[in-house]
T-cell receptor, first 114, second 115 residues
Framework: SAVISQKPSRDICQRGTSLTIQCQVDSQVTMMFWYRQQPGQSLTLIATANQGSEATYESGFVIDKFPISRPNLTFSTLTVSNMSPEDSSIYLC???????????FGQGTRLTVV | DAKTTQPTSMDCAEGRAANLPCNHSTISGNEYVYWYRQIHSQGPQYIIHGLKNNETNEMASLIITEDRKSSTLILPHATLRDTAVYYCIVRVAGFGGTSYDKVIFGPGTSLSVIP
């Protein structure tokens, strides 16, 4: 199993500002995944973060809007930049251990943009 | 795009077995069937996975048809705490290899367990 801690658990932000979400894993993992869950919707993969390299973004997501850092094998951040109300979602961090087997998820960060 | 089709919603009486179907008619020979669930306001939780044999663990049973084009997740004695959205996912997994697919979620089935 894996224990994943996300911070903050929720936040209310003003439009035009940025929020950085942190994800901490209890042991080393190769890849970390960031998802977005819009209200009433399923999860959508934003990007895959490898340590020491640039994140790989899915179609519809760009680095300028969702910059990701992966400074070591247990930690990653996702920044939601220049926020608008459409960015109001739950953002979730996920890891797989061993890779490609079973995915574990954090509890998510509930973001409201006003 | 998700490779699976699931009913949008289902009800189940408390204490009864909940049978959640999933169609994956285009599944490839090296793709596994995974099930996750998401209880309200929580992150998704892994339930079970299988390749072609039926599988059982402490949470559920997974029945995969012989042609692998569909499967059923069975919660043998549903409780109110099983009310959640259940996601069926088909993917190449990393068991015994280095290549595997990302986890892509479809809309899932919203299961309501009724007292």
């Amino acid at each position: 199993s894996a224990v994943i801690s996300q911070k903050p658990s929720r936040d209310i932000c003003q439009r035009g500002t940025s929020l950085t979400i942190q994800c901490q894993v209890d042991s080393q993992v190769t890849m970390m995944f960031w998802y977005r869950q819009q209200p009433g919707q399923s999860l959508t993969l934003i990007a895959t973060a490898n340590q020491g390299s640039e994140a790989t973004y899915e179609s519809g997501f760009v680095i300028d809007k969702f910059p990701i850092s992966r400074p070591n094998l247990t930690f990653s951040t996702l920044t939601v930049s220049n926020m608008s109300p459409e960015d109001s979602s739950i953002y979730l961090c996920s890891v797989e251990r061993p890779p490609g087997t079973e995915a574990f998820f954090g509890q998510g960060t509930r973001l409201t943009v006003v | 795009d998700a490779k699976t089709t699931q009913p949008t919603s289902m009800d189940c009486a408390e204490g009864r077995a909940a049978n959640l179907p999933c169609n994956h008619s285009t599944i490839s020979g090296n793709e596994y069937v995974y099930w996750y669930r998401q209880i309200h306001s929580q992150g998704p939780q892994y339930i079970i996975h299988g390749l072609k044999n039926n599988e059982t663990n402490e949470m559920a049973s997974l029945i995969i048809t012989e042609d692998r084009k569909s499967s059923t997740l069975i919660l043998p004695h549903a409780t109110l705490r099983d009310t959640a959205v259940y996601y069926c996912i088909v993917r190449v997994a990393g068991f015994g290899g280095t290549s595997y697919d990302k986890v892509i979620f479809g809309p899932g089935t919203s299961l309501s367990v009724i007292p």
